[in-house]
């Protein structure tokens, strides 16, 4: 699976971004999509993910509430709401493809990532 992560850029603390994620190949074959964040200097963070067939998802604690991932068959792509951004949100997202019905929460466990988009909450 490839995988095209858009959508980020720079906003305001409190303000919102919707980031995209288009997946070409057999993305039905994915258990999970996940989003990933990456500080400086850090390893990758889980942020959610979205079981592709279900659509049951997972959040961490830091986003729950704020972000919402969701998921497009049609369009065979993942998406990630972020409202209420803060300035700690600031980082490289990444979306990925997991297909072994892994811990959707470990980076590690995913097959198949798309490249980083900066997103940069301003104060």
């Known amino acids: 699976v490839q995988l095209q992560a858009s959508g980020g850029g720079l906003v305001q603390a409190g303000g919102s971004l919707r980031l995209s994620c288009a997946a070409s190949g057999q993305i039905l074959s994915s258990y999970h999509m996940g989003w990933f964040r990456q500080f400086p200097g850090k390893e990758r963070e889980f942020v959610a993910a979205i079981r592709w067939r279900s659509g049951k998802t997972n959040y961490a604690d830091s986003v729950k509430g704020r972000f919402t991932v969701s998921r497009d068959n049609a369009e065979n792509s993942v998406y990630l709401r972020m409202n209420s951004l803060k300035v700690e949100d600031t980082a490289v997202y990444y979306c990925?493809?997991?297909?072994?019905?892994?811990?959707?929460?470990?980076?590690?466990?995913?097959?198949?990532w798309g490249q980083g988009t900066q997103v940069t909450v301003s104060s």
């Open positions: 990925a493809a997991e297909r072994d019905d892994s811990n959707p929460r470990i980076a590690n466990e995913y097959d198949d």
